[in-house]
């Protein structure tokens, strides 16, 4: 029964081996790194200071955020890849990739996630792992989580003042779906992507802050938050 | 925008009761595993080290040297001189006494809910509960005794041979298993029964006002939007209430000093300027019974500490910008930093503070005095 078990396992080696030219694994694997820029260099949150778009100097000390509902799509066939409970934290002085793991080998040539936590989700605390409520990302857990934070500090160009900067955004309107094209994922091929976080977008494009003009720089509900929430949904996070 | 309040209220209340510690048996005979008894809405994403899981035996031995006197020079006193069950494993004192009334210079830390904090002391720098418990019988402000010489001791005893080899599978005592054995009785002193813990499972009704206080300490303010805040769990996390347990980031100036009179705190341990200033932010469970408070013990009363955050703020180049950027007012042009909390929004947060105190916790006879 062995003998034969072994038999069969060996043939259908050899056959696969003998096509190798055309057989494609049914599953790849697929990594995503994310970098973290701003003003063209990588960050750090150990005191180094860098200068924002508006020419404002700042100084950051924690930048995290959450994407969520991670896609990966075959425009041509119309195969779709949905990562299950797809909830992960990205942190500057912590993890900064995802493993999407083996999953069934196609063309992809899109990949679409969102940044922020889904509505589903957001209206829960009683969650692990990532979206555990006991991490500074839940808020006053009336409110959900916050889906982007980044804190740090700059010098107020009119008083000349060292200030804070609190950023906090979150709720459900705040939830910002992306999609970016892939080129160059094979079928069958494992492939690492590196994606880039640039925090310069957080502070433009469509809405320029200037930090020392703000009447507060705790943005976290409101306005501000949407304008920053504009902000990310589109070019902050690219494919490299 | 109005925040809503009650929608979570129910959400929370789908997390259970405390689980119930599940004693696996050992195929081979040898200490009995046993498990954490933590309620469902603590991090559960925290492994035992796996070098040193939580065994009946080894938290039987670690009770009795955590009372042990043997292990001070001149026999008077233990572990728990300092960390009285009482007082939430903490001593009252502005600085504690070690053996012969040798004084320290920082305010003896309550312990609980250890097993979910990473770096210990105030300034961070023991990175695991099983090398922090040997330093203090080694300090000499402490217990001032040579570890060899505690091993000598334990040896020469007539029950700890038997006991560390019921815990560990034999009779060499040495520094590792005294400090692994204190640190899975350390492990066991979670406290979850207050009245917020209740509330979170749904038992009992907060009092409108600690209910008030709870959601100021939840809630950093923004005054633009008129959303009120103490900004205290910026800092002092979720159900723990403790700073964050990833590396340092659980580690802040809180403002207690101006620049010219900042204490090093972290940065002895990390080297880096940019820390200097930065001590742990302690979790707050049963804070009303560990006064004084602060690395230094330099409020008596949790009025002072709130005074503290509202107006005594002292700023340097390393207070955290949650603090530096926290107010309750829109900015006025000066430059103090404030929180502009009223007095009842002040008395709200201690009365929530109160919340946080477990009866259950410091009258657990599991965690008494063995040898009475």
Not at chain 1, 134 to 156: H, P, Q
Not at chain 2, 280 to 292: E, F, S, Y
Request: charge should be negative; proline fraction near 5%; charged fraction near 20%.
């Amino acid at each position: 029964m062995k003998n034969l078990f072994y038999t069969a396992l060996f043939g259908s080696l050899l056959i696969f081996s003998s096509c190798k030219d055309e057989e494609i694994p049914a599953t790849m694997a697929i990594n995503i790194e994310l970098e973290h820029v701003l003003a063209g260099q990588t960050l750090e949150l150990n005191g180094k200071s860098f200068t924002l778009p508006s020419g404002e100097d700042f100084t950051p000390k924690k930048f995290k955020y959450y994407i969520s509902n991670v896609e990966l799509k075959n425009s041509a066939t119309g195969e779709t890849y949905v990562e299950p409970e797809s909830y992960h934290l990205i942190s500057e002085d912590g993890n900064k990739s995802i493993d999407l793991g083996m999953v069934p080998s196609s063309d992809y040539d899109q990949l679409v996630f969102s940044i922020g936590v889904d509505e589903v989700a957001n209206g829960k605390t009683d969650q692990t792992g990532d979206l555990d409520p006991n991490s500074d990302m839940a808020w006053n857990w009336n409110t959900g989580y916050k889906f982007l934070v980044l804190e740090g500090e700059f010098t107020n160009s009119k008083t000349s003042e060292r200030q804070g900067l609190v950023m906090h955004i979150g709720t459900n309107a705040n939830y910002k779906t992306i999609t970016q094209n892939l080129s160059g994922v094979r079928a069958g091929k494992s492939t690492t992507l590196i994606l880039s976080s640039n925090l310069d977008e957080l502070f433009l494009d469509p809405n320029t802050l200037q930090l020392s003009e703000l009447e507060s720089t705790t943005i976290m509900f409101g306005e501000m938050a949407g304008k920053v929430a504009e902000n990310y949904s589109d070019g902050f996070i690219t494919v490299k | 925008m109005r925040i809503q309040i009650p929608a979570w209220l129910g959400l929370v209340c789908v997390c259970g009761l405390i689980s119930c510690g599940n004693e696996m048996e050992s195929p081979v005979s040898g200490p009995t595993q046993i498990s954490l008894n933590s309620p469902d809405y603590f991090p559960n994403n925290v492994a035992m080290p796996a070098d040193n899981p939580l065994t009946e035996q080894g938290v039987q031995l670690g009770r009795m040297l955590f009372y042990e006197k043997k292990l001070s020079a001149d026999g008077s006193i233990s572990c728990a001189s300092c960390h009285q069950q009482q007082k939430a494993f903490s001593d009252g004192k502005q600085f504690s006494f070690g053996v012969n009334e040798a004084k320290g210079d920082m305010n003896a830390m309550s312990l609980s809910n250890l097993h979910w904090q990473n770096r210990f002391f105030w300034n961070g720098r023991a990175k695991t509960l099983e090398e922090q418990a040997v330093q203090p019988i080694e300090d000499e402000r402490e217990m001032n005794l040579p570890i060899e010489e505690a091993v000598k001791r334990l040896e020469a005893d007539t029950k700890y041979p038997a006991l560390f080899k019921n815990a560990f599978g034999t009779e060499d005592i040495n520094a590792e298993l005294i400090g692994k054995a204190l640190a899975q009785f350390e492990r066991t002193l979670i406290s979850a029964n207050s009245k917020f813990d209740a509330w979170i499972r749904n038992e009992v009704e907060l009092s409108p006002e600690e209910k008030l206080g709870m959601e100021l300490f939840f809630t950093h303010p923004d005054p633009k939007l008129q959303l009120r805040g103490g900004n205290c769990s910026d800092c002092h996390l979720g159900f723990l209430t403790a700073g964050d347990p990833n590396g340092f980031t659980g580690f802040h100036n809180n403002g207690l000093d101006a620049e010219e009179h900042l204490a090093s705190g972290l940065q002895s341990v990390t080297g880096n300027p940019f820390d200097k200033g930065k001590f742990k932010a302690p979790g707050l469970r049963n804070i009303a019974l560990t006064a004084p408070y602060m690395h230094d013990g330099r409020f008596q009363t949790l009025e002072e500490v709130l005074d503290h955050y509202n107006d005594h703020i002292q700023n340097s180049p390393t207070l955290d910008v949650l603090i530096l950027e926290a107010s309750n007012e829109l900015p006025d042009g000066s430059d103090a930093v404030k929180l502009h909390l009223s007095k009842d929004e002040r008395k709200a947060i201690i009365s929530f503070l109160h919340t946080l105190t477990d009866q259950e916790f410091i009258t657990n006879p599991k965690f008494s005095d063995p040898f009475n």
